[in-house]
């Protein structure tokens, strides 16, 4: 079964740093389209990141764009979520996603596997 852990949340002051992990394990397949989605209280969840399973694609929304950065850390099954100049607008629940997939997915109905969520807060 496959299962998504993530780990680095927490709270910041705007203008800083948050780094978010995503360990994938049970994979069945070969590849997975990776994503990382947050959701607000009272709005949709959105995707704020995604990636390939090779990393020769990735997509961002304009909201992050050139604030963070997606990666994948092959050896250890990690996908990374860097979050610079972090704003008050970014505070939500942050989840990782995936797909049996060899292309870019940026739908949350496309993702079959989600992780538990966790908690980013941005202070003014």
């Known amino acids: 079964q496959v299962r998504l852990l993530e780990s680095g949340g927490g709270k910041v002051q705007a203008g800083g740093s948050l780094t978010l992990s995503c360990v994938i394990s049970?994979?069945?397949?070969?590849?997975?389209?990776m994503g990382w989605f947050r959701q607000a209280p009272g709005k949709e969840r959105e995707c704020v990141a995604a990636i390939t399973w090779v990393g020769r694609g990735t997509y961002y929304p304009q909201s992050v764009q050139g604030r963070f950065t997606i990666s994948r850390e092959y050896a250890q099954d990690t996908t990374v979520l860097q979050m610079n100049k972090l704003k008050p607008e970014d505070t939500a629940v942050y989840y990782c996603?995936?797909?049996?997939?060899?292309?870019?997915?940026?739908?949350?109905?496309?993702?079959?596997?989600w992780g538990q969520g966790t908690q980013v807060t941005v202070s003014s």
């Open positions: 996603a995936a797909a049996p997939s060899y292309t870019l997915l940026v739908r949350a109905q496309a993702y079959d596997y």
């Open positions: 049970g994979r069945t397949t070969e590849s997975y389209a």
